[in-house]
């Protein structure tokens, strides 16, 4: 990727299971191939259980929870999917709250999957374009989104720029658009 992140720290918010694995480890990848850090950050500290569908997967290590760090302490947000993961984000203020604090800041976030449910809690999708999984179309409509059923939509009509994806075999396009999003 020509676009280069320059030690840019770059949080990746997840629950304590339920993330669907390739889409946190792949844009993970791409941020780190960037020059970019990527940090896990979860709802407490410690080990997060990711999953392949509905088959546990691997374990990771979250370093911080998402009470102790805000959008100040980084230069964007990845929000992966997983069914569980996002709609367990939503249910913890903290998690709603920091991923709210990366539009009030201005910085760009990237959602993929089931993730925009979280969004739809911090309530920052109004007047927004993006995508998701199919099933959370209905969702963003009801919540003020415009949704489109696109590989990956970058809109940048709001405080910041939100790129999202509807599922993993979207992966490469939203690992690049995140990356460039995040360059800028």
Known sequence: MADSLNGSKIAFLVAPE??????????????E???????????????IQAFNHLTPADTFEAEVSAEAVSAADYSGLVL????ANPDNLRMNSAAVAFAKSFF????????????PWTLIEADVVRGRTLTSWPSVKTDLTNA?????????????????????SRKPDDLPAFCQALVRAFAR
């Open 104 to 115: 009030d800041a201005g910085k760009p976030v990237a959602s993929i999957c089931h993730a």
């Open 33 to 47: 191939a960037a020059g970019g850090q990527p940090q896990l950050v979860s709802t407490e500290v410690g080990k």
């Open 80 to 83: 992966p999917g997983g069914v």
């Open 144 to 164: 003020g989104a415009t949704w489109v059923d696109d590989e990956v939509v970058e809109c940048s009509s709001g405080p910041n720029t939100l790129v999202s």
């Open 18 to 31: 339920g993330v669907e694995q390739v889409e946190l480890t792949e844009p993970w990848k791409a941020v």
